[in-house]
């Protein structure tokens, strides 16, 4: 059995627009908040709390988080990367419809992956494995082989897409064939 795996954020998904909103929400200066942004994210995305995440992002920028605005931040961040781009949305409808093996990698904190597993657009992946609900981030081999045990496959039997070349390394390195992304068009003529 062959498997189409893609990333989610920059690949199925618009970059998230709700950065500016999220810092204002925090009172913070956009340029101070995205840099405690993504230096916090890599443990929120392998399985700390919404509010273990955003504290540590409040204590950053100066603002003590409590578990209303806990909840608020993980709703406008989640929403704010919510939206697929169109183009790759079009892409998983016409494999699924061809009968194509698909699967989501995504590093994402728990919150997402819930988000994500309600949506209609899901139904197109047969397994979706986000790095908050396994405790491990790509590029690690561990959630490379997590990926393949789910999917009960072989390395070559995967062709991954992601936006990092690290991640793309990664999965190299376990045996994956792997590409990086470079918008459907070009995921189109590789698939072809």
Same mark, same amino acid.
């Given at each position: 059995?062959?498997?189409?795996?893609?990333?989610?954020?920059?690949?199925?998904?618009?970059?998230?627009?709700?950065?500016?909103?999220?810092?204002?929400?925090?009172?913070?200066?956009?340029?101070?908040?995205?840099?405690?942004?993504? /230096?916090?994210?890599?443990?929120?995305?392998? %399985?700390?709390?919404?509010? /273990?995440?955003?504290?540590?992002?409040?204590?950053?920028?100066?603002?003590?988080?409590?578990?209303?605005?806990?909840?608020?931040?993980?709703?406008?961040?989640?929403? %704010?990367? %919510?939206?697929?781009?169109?183009?790759?949305?079009?892409?998983?409808?016409?494999?699924?419809?061809?009968?194509?093996?698909?699967?989501?990698?995504?590093?994402?904190?728990?919150?997402?992956?819930?988000?994500?597993?309600?949506?209609?657009?899901?139904?197109?992946?047969?397994?979706?494995?986000?790095? %908050?609900?396994?405790?491990?981030?790509?590029?690690?081999?561990?959630?490379?082989?997590?990926?393949?045990? /789910?999917?009960?496959?072989?390395?070559?039997?995967?062709?991954?897409?992601?936006?990092? /070349?690290?991640?793309?390394?990664?999965?190299?390195?376990?045996?994956?064939?792997?590409?990086?992304?470079?918008?459907?068009?070009?995921?189109?003529?590789?698939?072809?």
């Amino acid at each position: 059995m062959n498997w189409i795996v893609f990333d989610y954020g920059d690949v199925l998904s618009k970059p998230s627009a709700a950065l500016p909103d999220l810092a204002a929400a925090m009172g913070a200066p956009l340029p101070e908040f995205l840099k405690a942004y993504w /230096e916090y994210r890599i443990p929120y995305d392998a %399985g700390s709390t919404p509010l /273990e995440y955003w504290q540590a992002v409040g204590d950053a920028v100066g603002t003590p988080v409590d578990q209303a605005l806990s909840a608020e931040l993980t709703r406008i961040d989640v929403e %704010g990367w %919510g939206h697929l781009e169109p183009s790759s949305a079009a892409l998983l409808a016409a494999l699924s419809e061809a009968g194509a093996n698909l699967a989501l990698l995504s590093n994402a904190p728990v919150a997402f992956g819930e988000w994500v597993r309600a949506q209609d657009w899901a139904r197109h992946f047969r397994v979706t494995l986000f790095s %908050g609900d396994v405790r491990c981030v790509k590029p690690d081999a561990k959630i490379f082989r997590l990926l393949l045990d /789910e999917l009960g496959a072989e390395p070559a039997d995967c062709l991954f897409f992601d936006d990092r /070349e690290s991640n793309v390394e990664g999965a190299r390195a376990v045996g994956l064939r792997a590409h990086v992304w470079n918008g459907a068009d070009a995921a189109r003529a590789w698939l072809d």
